[in-house]
Antibody
C-alpha cells in the first residue's frame, strides 16, 4: 500500500527554522512528482512547493519563495522541506502528497506552529 | 494567480438528496480541475480529476462536469459517509483551491 509519513513539525519562534521530512513507501518513489501542501485551521489548503520526478523541476508558492526549499532523496525515498525565516502565518498542518497536478495520495500531516 | 470560488459555502441536506456544488475560476483552467473530500482531522481525498474523471475506488454517485471557468460536483444520492467539506482545485497554472463547501446534515 502507498504510504506517506511526515515528521519534523513542532513549535518554533518567528524567524526560526524547521526541516520537515516525508517518508514514502509502497510505490516507486523516483517515478513520481511530489508536493508539500499546507492547511491552517479552518482554512483552505494552500500549495507550498512542487518537485518533479527526475527532471527536478521545482515550483514554489509566492508566499514561501526564497524562504522554503524542497528537496528529495530518491535512494532513501524521502522528501524534505527546509523552512527558514518562519512567520506566524506559516503555522499550519503540512502535508506531503504524491502526483503531478492533482495528488492522489497524502500523508497524515505534521503540525507546524510559529509563535513567540 | 487564479482564484477559485465555490458556492455555497455551507449546504444542509438529507440522506438521499441530490447535491450540487459549484466552483468558478477567475480565468479559464480548461479541464484542469480536481475535487477533493476532506473530513475533520484527515487529509484531503481525491474524488475527481480532469473535471469529470472519477478516481479509482470513488463511488459512482459522485460526478463532475464543466470546463473553462465553471464546474460542478454532484452527489446523486447523499450517503452518511458523504458529510464532509469539499474543495475544488485548479492545476492549469500552479495550483489553487476553492474555499470549500461544507455539507451538513439537515
Amino acid at each position: 500500500d502507498v504510504q506517506l509519513v511526515e515528521s519534523g513539525g513542532g513549535l518554533v519562534q518567528p524567524g526560526g527554522s524547521l526541516r520537515l521530512s516525508c517518508a514514502a513507501s509502497g510505490f516507486i518513489f523516483s517515478d513520481y512528482s511530489m508536493n508539500w501542501v499546507r492547511q491552517a485551521p479552518g482554512k483552505r489548503p494552500e500549495w507550498v512547493a512542487y518537485m518533479s520526478a527526475r527532471l527536478n523541476t521545482i515550483t514554489y508558492a509566492d508566499s514561501v519563495r526564497g524562504r522554503f526549499t524542497i528537496s528529495r532523496d530518491d535512494d532513501k525515498k524521502l522528501m524534505f522541506l527546509q523552512m527558514n525565516s518562519l512567520r506566524v502565518e506559516d503555522s499550519a498542518i503540512y502535508y506531503c502528497s504524491r502526483g503531478e497536478g492533482f495528488p492522489d495520495y497524502w500523508g497524515q500531516g505534521t503540525l507546524v506552529t510559529v509563535s513567540s | 494567480d487564479i482564484q477559485m470560488t465555490q458556492s455555497p459555502s455551507t449546504l444542509s441536506a438529507s440522506i438521499g438528496d441530490r447535491v450540487t456544488i459549484t466552483c468558478r475560476a477567475s480565468q479559464s483552467v480548461s479541464s484542469w480541475l480536481a475535487w477533493y473530500q476532506q473530513k475533520p482531522g484527515k487529509a484531503p481525498k481525491l474524488l475527481i480529476y480532469k473535471a469529470s474523471t472519477l478516481e479509482d475506488g470513488v463511488p459512482s454517485r459522485f460526478s463532475g462536469s464543466g470546463s473553462g471557468t465553471e464546474f460542478t460536483l454532484t452527489i446523486s444520492s447523499l450517503q452518511p459517509d458523504d458529510f464532509a467539506t469539499y474543495y475544488c482545485q485548479q492545476y492549469n497554472i500552479f495550483r489553487t483551491f476553492g474555499q470549500g463547501t461544507k455539507v451538513e446534515i439537515k
